[in-house]
């Protein structure tokens, strides 16, 4: 909108990182140039720590592009991975590989194939996972378990992790003591100081074909420092907030009030170095007064005869007496309070914070009929075993199984029959006591009709 108006080519002071708008300060072209000479060397992973806005996503950028052509690369430019599912298939679609419709055992087979097949695996590959701090600890050990994969004693994947300074203490734990070993370079960046900040706002408008130094003054770069502290990405949103705002009021100079009112548009409200100290004479002689602000006092104002208690004021005496006692108590106060933030700072805990991860394993559940047990003890059941005769098959008893009562109490007979039954067995054990025995000749099996037709002959006589 703004590059005709200061003689741009493009937008300056961009809102996402740009590697051709890469500026090298110190900490972070120091940093570059040890991640380059560990990834070529191969002499174990990288570590970026820095705080938001500092560059680390830029950094990555300006390696991949570095490498591209020595090294195949894949970067992991969100962190938000949630299992070890997710991570494979990030890494399988950046280097352009099928990674649908496979589990976790497939997803890993296959990136472990791509990194040892020839050609590619004779390159190598470099993988660098931005916003590393998101990641759980089992997923950081899955990235350590991919670099041990080497060949011909060098190391097929050389991995650059970069975060905010919560990754740090992440690799305190002792859960990465085996990734914390395979370090090689630890790197961490820092906000510009006040020449790098002057520095880097003319390199991004003369780069885009300006005049840095018209556009921008040394005491406009001075108030962009104090209002940024130093940030990147907040040099460029006040910077290009500044210009769209000088391009509206058809200014050609950016002023350090320019500045300030970029910065109040932006945070939506007033900077701290605004207002000019007041002196006594316009604070009112030291005096605060809190009186109420109904309708009444401004009706009664005009009058005399206004009680002093209508009007309560807290005054700040300034003379030599009472001074010292005011500051002393004031003092004690200011104590008191620096004492009750210090407790508070010591409870806070940050949302970020690391705690113990706790992963959760289910296995199967057991079968309840499997289980083995200690003592197993059999009981037959001769009453529940025996069944009762059917109409279509009617039962029969052997001679020598007649006197068995509870058999045939079981087998529903009644207790009258039973008798008669046993009386009838005694009959029919004489008769075949007296013939003489047949060899292999099976028991004779009596019908219970039988039994009561040879009953009522016998009854009768």
């Not at 919560?166 to 690799?171: A, D, S």
Request: with cysteine; proline share 6%.
């Amino acid at each position: 909108m703004y590059d005709g108006c200061f003689g741009l080519t493009r937008r300056p002071f961009a809102s996402v990182p740009q590697v051709d708008q890469y500026f090298p300060a110190g900490a972070i072209e120091a940093a570059r140039a040890t991640l380059a000479r560990c990834i070529q060397r191969g002499e174990g992973a990288g570590f970026v720590v820095g705080p938001s806005g500092t560059g680390k996503t830029l950094l990555c950028l300006v390696l991949a592009q570095h490498f591209q052509q020595s090294f195949r690369v894949a970067m992991l430019p969100s962190g938000r991975l949630g299992n070890c599912r997710a991570l494979f298939q990030a890494i399988l679609y950046e280097l352009g590989r099928p990674y649908r419709g496979m589990d976790e055992g497939e997803l890993r087979l296959a990136v472990v194939d791509d990194l040892m097949a020839g050609d590619a695996g004779s390159r190598g590959l470099v993988l660098l996972v931005d916003e590393a701090h998101t990641l759980p600890l089992r997923l950081l050990e899955e990235l350590r378990l991919l670099t041990n994969l080497a060949r011909n004693g060098q190391p097929l994947v050389r991995l650059v992790v970069a975060g905010g300074s919560v990754l740090e203490e992440r690799f305190a734990s002792p859960k990465l003591d085996s990734l914390n070993q395979r370090l090689a370079a630890r790197c961490y960046l820092e906000a510009f100081n006040r020449s790098e900040t002057q520095e880097y706002i003319h390199h991004q408008l003369n780069s885009a074909g300006g005049r840095g130094e018209q556009v921008f003054s040394t005491e406009t770069c001075q108030s962009v420092y104090q209002a940024t502290g130093g940030v990147p990405r907040l040099i460029n949103q006040v910077c290009d907030h500044a210009l769209l705002l000088a391009y509206v009021a058809g200014r050609k100079r950016i002023e350090p009030a320019n500045v300030d009112e970029a910065w109040a548009d932006l945070q939506q409200l007033p900077t701290p170095w605004n207002g000019e100290p007041k002196s006594e004479a316009a604070a009112g002689g030291g005096v605060i007064e809190f009186g109420s602000l109904d309708d009444s006092a401004e009706k009664s104002s005009g009058s005399e005869n206004v009680p002093m208690s209508s009007s309560p004021a807290l005054r700040i005496s300034q003379t030599a007496d009472e001074g010292e006692n005011d500051f002393s108590e004031a003092g004690q106060q200011i104590h008191h309070i620096e004492q009750l933030l210090a407790e508070a700072d010591d409870d806070f805990q940050p949302a970020g914070s690391i705690r113990p991860e706790i992963e959760l394993c289910f296995d199967d559940a057991p079968h309840p009929f499997q289980e083995p047990f200690e003592h197993e003890e059999v009981i037959a059941d001769r009453y529940a075993s025996a069944s009762r005769p059917t109409a279509a098959e009617p039962q029969t008893f052997a001679a020598g199984d007649a006197c068995d009562a509870d058999a045939l109490c079981g087998a529903g007979v009644s207790p009258a029959e039973v008798a008669e039954m046993a009386a009838v067995a005694v009959l029919v054990e004489e008769a075949a006591a007296d013939r003489p025995p047949t060899p292999q000749s099976p028991v004779a099996s009596v019908p219970r009709r039988e039994y009561r037709q040879l009953f009522a002959r016998l009854r009768r006589g």
